[in-house]
């Protein structure tokens, strides 16, 4: 069976805090689609937090091919930005950008103190985010005469088709989307379909 599902979460997550010997960690969890997105929102965040030591993060983008990027924003290596991406594994989210947010309260916490307190920092903003999953989905473009409308519609209605946009005239176009577990019999479906005309489109 193809999975086709992922989880990733619906808006950004409510700003949360954890405290430990002084220092102050502002966990936030934000949905991505892009690395443009990640630039803007630590822009914003900086803007918001501007007397803030370090803004440690960590983003996964994509769903088959997965980018993944940690930043320890000057934290000793690997104390800050992997522990952060250790919960986005462990909620199983991706398109995701978390970000923890240090003010430096005098006493070193150290290797292992960092680690953990950025771990929390991040557990605590998922847990304060809403996580939805959503399908894979792939695109067609079905084209037919205006007489074999309700015929089309009525596949689309069977099959849990979602119609993104049409254009009517005596000739008619659909874009679709179709769950990928789905895709190859419902273009099957169309194809067979004389003289409706099915193609895959771009996603």
């Known amino acids: 069976m193809i999975d086709d599902v992922y989880k990733t979460i619906e808006k950004p997550s409510i ?72 919960q986005i594994q462990a909620f199983e989210l991706t398109n995701i950008l978390v970000v923890s947010v240090r003010y430096f309260g005098g006493t070193k916490l150290g290797v292992g103190g960092l680690m953990s307190a950025y771990k929390v920092s991040a557990q605590q903003a998922l847990e304060a985010s809403k996580i939805i999953e959503k399908t894979i989905d792939e695109y067609f473009q079905v084209s037919f005469n205006y007489d074999l409308m309700n015929k089309v519609l009525r596949i689309i209605k069977e099959h849990d088709v979602i119609l993104i946009n049409q254009k009517l005239d005596i000739k008619c ?26 193609k895959k489109l771009e996603s």
Do not use: W
């Open 173 to 198: 176009e659909y874009e679709i989307a179709v769950r990928k577990k789905d895709a190859f019999k419902v273009f099957q479906i169309f194809n067979e379909m004389y003289p409706i005309s099915i």
């Open 15 to 86: 700003e949360t805090l954890f405290k430990e010997k002084g220092s102050k960690f502002f966990g936030y969890a934000f949905p991505i689609s892009s690395e443009e997105d990640v630039k803007i929102i630590l822009e914003n965040l900086k803007n918001q937090h501007h007397t803030a030591r370090h803004f440690c993060y960590a983003y996964q983008l994509g769903i088959l091919e997965k980018r993944v990027r940690v930043n320890d924003d000057g934290e000793p290596s690997n104390s800050a930005g992997m522990p952060i991406y250790g």
